[in-house]
């Protein structure tokens, strides 16, 4: 195990770069963890964390603005969830731009369907860095000072390892059912 934090620690910094341009909760999870172990500068955790939440979400709206064949080329199994997307930017407007960070499934859709509608780019840019700026905050600073509950967990799974599948079947599965009940097609009522 403290082989897997000393090479998370080494190249914990670029990864968790690249899987913060297109979310990167649980690395920042996992960093905030790490800082707390003193494997990781917090700091740094969240500046890097910041950075490529916020470019990913805004090269994500490039993309779909400007090159909407291939990126609707690329969605066309996600229609519906696409749709989810524009109805929420509808109800609640720019503050899906701080929700859809947080919500698993539809927060690299959401700034593609932002990008396919006529909303300006450097509002967009503002929330997003303001929203990518909490998102940071909130959940690397949250992870950091859970740290000592966290790692208890992932030793209790270490020592359990079939409880890891069974969360991650329970976690799939409920979000699953979310997703197909929330792109669900509604039914007319005459």
Known sequence: ????????????????FLYSLGGGFVALIAAGVLSYMGKMDLTLV????????ALGDVLLFYMARY?????????????????????MMKKYG????????????IKTLVPIAIGLTKYDFKKFAIYNALSAGVWALSIGLGSYYSGSALVKV????????????I????????????????????????
């Open 46 to 53: 969240l500046l890097v964390a910041f950075v490529a939440n």
């Open 154 to 165: 992932a030793e209790f799974i270490g020592e359990k390892p079939w409880i890891a599948p």
């Open 167 to 190: 969360i991650l079947l329970v976690f799939g599965t409920l979000l699953w059912t979310y997703m197909t009940q929330a792109t669900k097609k509604k039914k007319k009522v005459k």
């Open 94 to 105: 720019s503050w899906i731009i701080l929700f859809q960070k947080f919500i698993y499934g």
């Open 1 to 16: 195990m403290e082989d897997t934090f000393s090479n998370l620690a080494t190249y914990g910094y670029i990864g968790l």
């Open 67 to 87: 090159q909407k064949g291939v990126m609707m080329e690329g969605l066309r199994k996600h229609r519906r969830k696409l749709a989810l997307s524009h109805v």
